[in-house]
């Protein structure tokens, strides 16, 4: 009922910056019922992890290792979220999944691959 398309990821140098988009689309029923957008990122052998999330009035939640360094933001009117990744290091390097929550539905992204190389 609601499709996520993630873009921007990419190759950046260590220190670079990305900027990843996730836009929603579907039955706008679901879509006017979003209450939470966020990231999650999944490295080769290791869980998903959360990067950073943001309610639909503004809260914002970010895991401590991308604190002061990741900015995440939404624009409610075009049903998206960004997330602006700054001083980024190689252990940023994942598969970066868009997530939202509707209702009681969790939907997710096909994931961006974002590559820091040190």
């Known amino acids: 009922q609601v499709q996520l398309v993630e873009s921007g990821g990419g190759l950046v140098q260590a220190g670079g910056s990305l900027r990843l988009s996730c836009a929603a689309s579907?039955?706008?029923?679901?879509?006017?019922?979003?209450?939470?957008m966020g990231w999650y990122r999944q490295a080769p052998g290791k869980q998903r992890e959360l990067v950073a999330t943001?309610?639909?009035?503004?809260?914002?939640n970010y895991a401590d290792s991308v604190k002061g360094r990741f900015t995440i933001s939404r624009d409610n009117a075009k049903n998206t979220v960004y997330l602006e990744m700054n001083s980024l290091k190689a252990e940023d390097t994942s598969v970066y999944y868009c997530?939202?929550?509707?209702?009681?539905?969790?939907?997710w992204g096909q994931g961006t691959q974002v590559t820091v190389s040190s």
């Open positions: 579907g039955n706008i029923a679901y879509i006017l019922r979003i209450t939470a």
């Open positions: 943001i309610t639909r009035g503004g809260s914002t």
């Open positions: 997530n939202s929550i509707s209702g009681s539905a969790n939907y």
